[in-house]
């Protein structure tokens, strides 16, 4: 889709703002388009902007108000993670890698933000059976995660090449 650099610096901040209001509107815990974000970003406008949701999340949570430090280093070093997988995947574009890439993305976020929330809360005993217990309750979060992530990706990539499909419309009648 070939952008001047204000166009994708415009759309850039309008995904940035999407998934900074999103977490404003009410939803299912979790379902968030923060994963579709590194993802669409990547493979449209490069990998800079796989990075936006961290800043998305940076800027709401400077609203929101702060959590307890370990778990909200978890959440941003697991968001970062998966905005790294994702500048990967845009080499395999076209096949259902990336679409597994995107549930592996929900899958490594709940292990690694239950492992921090069973590690540095009062709430589970410090046990093997204790950490069995976060991750058995946070399955409901992991569904919905998974929910949000292919729903949010499709509706981006879908908009994307419902874009670059008009882009190029539009090209072919003013030529």
């Known amino acids: 889709m070939n952008l001047t650099k204000n166009q994708t610096l415009i759309l850039c901040a309008v995904l940035a703002a999407f998934a900074m209001i999103e977490r404003f509107v009410p939803h299912m815990p979790n379902a968030t388009p923060i994963t579709a974000i590194a993802f669409a970003g990547s493979f449209y406008l490069g990998r800079r902007a796989a990075f936006l949701p961290l800043l998305a999340l940076a800027i709401s949570d400077l609203t929101i108000g702060w959590y307890d430090w370990p778990v909200m280093l978890t959440v941003y070093g697991s968001v970062a993670a998966i905005s790294l997988l994702a500048v990967a995947?845009?080499?395999?574009?076209?096949?259902?890698?990336?679409?597994?890439?995107?549930?592996?993305?929900?899958?490594?976020?709940?292990?690694?933000?239950?492992?921090?929330?069973?590690?540095?809360?009062?709430?589970?005993?410090?046990?093997?059976?204790?950490?069995?217990?976060?991750?058995?309750?946070?399955?409901?979060?992991?569904?919905?995660?998974?929910?949000?992530?292919?729903?949010?990706?499709?509706?981006?990539?879908?908009?994307?090449?419902?874009?670059?499909?008009?882009v190029r419309q539009y090209r072919l009648r003013t030529a």
């Open 89 to 166: 995947m845009k080499k395999y574009q076209g096949t259902l890698i990336p679409w597994a890439a995107v549930v592996s993305s929900s899958v490594f976020f709940y292990l690694t933000t239950n492992l921090a929330v069973w590690a540095t809360s009062v709430w589970y005993p410090k046990t093997l059976a204790g950490l069995m217990m976060s991750y058995e309750l946070g399955l409901p979060f992991l569904r919905n995660m998974m929910v949000g992530d292919l729903a949010y990706t499709a509706l981006l990539f879908g908009a994307f090449e419902l874009a670059r499909y008009g």
